[in-house]
């Protein structure tokens, strides 16, 4: 494979955009999120209520890329070792074998992640942080590339546990499909009358061109008055009146990372504040503790980003 350019980016977002399309209709931002995402080396939480294509839109990411994919179904009994693997005896080789689990897999599905009990969802966190696991002692290596998509039901449905914010902040972005339009779900209708397009769709890229094209992403220029408008971004969550807690330098880092891989998607080798913009929400919203008052008012966390990017300045005042 030759070395590709920064223009191949946009070039495989198009691409890959057209052909998940195939499957899901609509949602072109959110498929270019989830994109960004990818090329980032970010994990996806998915949050919506169920039957609007969560599920769906993981499997033909998966597909269009080429990769191994895994699904995990959660549920209240679902243990650590049901995803990290465990190690058996074998008793004609006289060791432990290890048997790997659904998470060594290039795009792991964690299906309704908030089904499954806190000390199970953290068994995700070595996976998610470092690309690794650890079972027993000895580190196995996955990927590269390595993606968990995780879904996830609004935490007032019933058998649901939050997530914890160690968990939370672990995920890159955050990302609803939302409903689609009449015209939208009259296409699916059409589409799946007589058969389930995820079926034929086919791969149009490999993993060895999403490495590449990760590590041509961190090679965008992002100007320095571009960092510092990213972290006045972040601070300002701290200090904010509604949030308890706010985005942490993870989050910093997580939007800058993303900012790269917006410009990437747009053709350009440098960064421009319009790429912050479009990609804060989904990168820091989830990342805030909101004080109970405003929970109790119906305040949200994409609420307080977006009234943070009118009032935030793109360059520093001297």
Known sequence: MTEPRIDSIAEFG???????????VGKKTEIRLI????LSEGHILLEDVPGVGKTMLARALAKSIGGTFSRIQCTPDLLPSDITGVSVFDQKAGEFAFHPGPIMAQVVLVDEINRATPRTQASLLEAMGEAQLTVDGTS???????????????????GTFPLPE????????????GY???????????????????????????????????????????????RDYIIRLTHATRSHRSVKLGASPRGS???????????????????????????????????LILSPESEMRGLTGDAVIKELLNQVPVNAEP
């Not at 160690?166 to 609803?176: G, N, Y």
């Not at 769709?201 to 320095?224: G, I, K, T």
Request: with cysteine; aromatic share 6%.
């Open 14 to 24: 198009r691409t890959l955009t057209e052909n998940i399309s195939r499957v899901i």
């Open 35 to 38: 994109l960004t995402a990818l």
């Open 140 to 158: 196995y290596q996955l990927g590269p590339p390595f993606l968990v998509i995780a879904t996830q039901n609004p935490i007032e449905f019933e």
């Open 166 to 177: 160690a968990q939370v902040d672990r995920f890159f972005m955050r990302i609803s499909l």
């Open 180 to 226: 689609p339009t009449l015209d939208e779900e009259k296409e699916i209708l059409r589409r799946q009358q007589s058969e389930k397009p995820l079926i034929g769709l086919e791969s149009c890229s490999c993993p060895q061109e999403v490495v590449l094209l990760q590590r041509l992403v961190r090679d965008v220029y992002v100007e320095e008055s571009i």
């Open 253 to 287: 880092l997580a939007l800058l990372r993303a900012s790269q891989a917006w410009a990437a998607l747009e053709g350009r080798d440098y960064v421009i504040p319009d790429d912050v913009k479009h990609t804060a929400v989904s990168i820091l919203a989830h990342r």
